[in-house]
Structure formats: C-alpha cells, structure tokens
C-alpha cells in the first residue's frame, strides 16, 4: 500500500552516568578515584533510500528511540557508547519539524542521511574531576538526555512527467497505455486514491518515469477532495500533462475543467504554474473527427498553446504524443544544462 505522509517522535539515547569510584588493593589501600565517564547515547538517523517507495514501513511504528549509553565504571572505564538508530525512507521525503513547521532535510538523493535527533553526552566520572586540590571527589556528573521531537515525514515523487486533470478524465487508462503500470480504473471519479508510477519507453533507448496523480476538485489547495495529497506530488516533475475530457457526459466543459486545475495550483503554490505543461484532449473516440476537432481548435485559441487530440482508451495519437513528450525533454534538458555548469563552476571557485 502507497502512503505518503507519516508523523513518528524520535528521540536520541540519553548518555550514561559517570561513576563514582575509588581504587583500592594491597599495594595502594588509599587509592585515588578511577570513576569512568557515562557512554553517549546513539542517534536517530534518517537515510534516504531509492528501494523505498512508500512510508507504510515507518508508520506502523509511533516512536523511534535509541539506544541509551552504558554508565561509567570503575577502574576508569568507560560506558560503551547507545547503537545509532536508522530510518530509511524513500528518495524524495521531506523531513518536517511538526511543532515548528521548519524543514530539516529534503531528501533528493539516494544515499543522504541527517541526524535527526543526537543522542545525550556520557557524564564525566569522578577521576575527571580529581585536582590537587580536590583529590576525592565523591561526586560525578549524570549523563544528558537525548534530544527528541516530533517528525512529519511526507513524500514527494521524483517523475519526470505527472499526469494531471479532472476526477474521470482518462489519467489512469492513459498511464496504462503509454506504460506498464496498472493501475485502477473504473467509470466513478477519485479511482485514483493515490499516485500511480510507470515507466515510459521512448526513443534512442531512453527511459522516463510517469506518474498518475490522483485528480482534484475545486477547494484542493484547501484539503478539500484529495486536496494537497494531490498537489504537493506536482512540485517534483519536470513535465506536467494536462489531460482534459473534449467530451465530458456531466460537469465543467473542457475550458472551464482546464482552469478549475490551473487555479488550484496555482492557489497552492504560484511556483507549479510555471512548469513546462503539454494539454491533451482525450476521449475523441466519444465524438466525430469534425466535431472533436473543432472543440480541440476552440480549446487552443483558449489556452493559446497546442492542444493534442488523443484517445487513451483506443490508443490513437498516442505516438505523436510521445514524440511531443521527448522533445519536450530535451528541450528541458537543454535549458537546464547551463544552469548546472555556471553551479559547478562556483561552487569550483569557491
């Protein structure tokens, strides 16, 4: 099962006590103090994983606590130090302060870790604070406690294009089509409960995830419907197809479908506007050439940008749509490329 968001306490080991302890044999019956230091407690660290897909593993478990240290002994040993703790979630989780809402990691690579939570220091025995003034003190320090919190996790997907669109526009069965996902679907909106990945063979050998995210209703940026369980998938993908039933049964003819999503997106965040969008007019099996064709013109002048005919269920224009998609990006490709040289060569400088 897919979940994307989980909230777990975590709390780092707290540090063992120092010890207090005098040495004492044959040789030396008024030995010194040999009380050792308290071990430090382990960390609660977070690790990205690309074999991860959902948070399901994590939140069937509420705390995360690790190990506390040893405390000290005598003979002025040490405590051992508490074992570190790692969680491992997907690539692509955001790792949320709840109380304060502040980010702490965005992990957008397989590989990263933070310490989440650091364990407490070990407390100092009493031989450290042996001086030649002070030569028995019979007292020593307490190990700290570790730090905790409470943690939001939430995933965002990493796709390089996310389908888009009204509840029962054709997301899934166009998915389904240009991939080998199989994901649900049926004729009654929201079938899509939750993200849906495929992957997308284009030419020259070259592969593309494709995720169908689940659709939306006015009042989304609000939590209404699926709300931004939808919308905060969109931020991670490079492309966005914008798919419109030309011949809706029920509800908002093809302009106002296209605006009811732009505005939510908006309302959520003005930064998804911005992404690079392809609008597919789906269904045109349902109608004659001449009139979907016409409706298809009519929704172009609207937008003022192409709008590509295609019929996810039986498949037609499905090729051209892929060659659009991988010129598409290219062109991104492209675009970015400059981008990340003119960050290398700073960050060189620097």
Not at 275 to 286: T, W
Request: glycine content about 12%.
């Amino acid at each position: 099962m897919f979940l994307d968001e989980a909230v777990i306490y975590v709390k780092g080991g707290d540090g063992g006590n120092g010890c207090v302890s005098f040495h004492r044999d044959r040789q030396n019956p008024r030995g010194g103090p040999d009380g050792g230091n308290g071990g430090r407690g382990g960390d609660i660290i977070i690790k990205a994983n690309n074999q991860k897909a959902t948070l399901m593993d994590i939140s069937y478990r509420v705390k995360y606590i690790a190990e506390n240290g040893r405390h000290g002994e005598g003979n002025t040993r040490s405590g051992k130090r508490g074992s570190d703790l790692i969680i491992e979630v997907p690539v692509g989780t955001v790792a949320r302060d709840r109380d304060a809402g502040r980010v702490l990691k965005d992990f957008q690579k397989d590989g990263q870790w933070v310490i989440i939570a650091r364990g407490g220091r070990g407390g100092r025995g009493n031989k450290r604070f042996a001086t030649s003034t002070r030569q028995t003190p019979r007292f020593a320090e307490k190990g700290q406690k570790g730090q905790e919190r409470w943690l939001r996790l939430e995933l965002k997907l990493f796709a390089d294009v996310g389908i888009i669109g009204l509840p029962n526009s054709g997301k899934s069965t166009l998915l389904s089509r240009l991939s080998r996902a199989h994901p649900k679907i049926a004729e009654y909106p929201f079938t899509t409960l939750f993200p849906q990945l495929g992957i997308v063979e284009l030419e020259e050998f070259r592969r593309i995830v494709m995720a169908d995210l689940p659709g939306l209703i006015k009042g989304a940026h609000k939590g209404t419907g699926l709300g931004d369980e939808f919308l905060r998938h969109i931020e991670r993908t490079k492309i966005l197809l914008h798919l419109i039933d030309i011949a809706p049964i029920s509800g908002p003819d093809p302009k106002e479908a296209y605006h009811i999503i732009r505005k939510e997106m908006e309302l959520y965040n003005p930064e998804l506007t911005k992404k690079r969008e392809i609008v597919i007019a789906n269904k045109i099996d349902l109608l004659e050439e001449e009139d979907y064709m016409k409706k298809v013109k009519e929704l172009e002048e609207h937008v003022q940008q192409p709008v590509y005919p295609v019929s996810a269920a039986t498949g037609k224009n499905l090729g051209t749509l892929l060659q659009v998609l991988s010129q598409t990006l290219k062109e991104l490709a492209e675009q970015t490329r400059p981008e990340e040289e003119a960050l290398a060569t700073e960050a060189s400088q620097e």
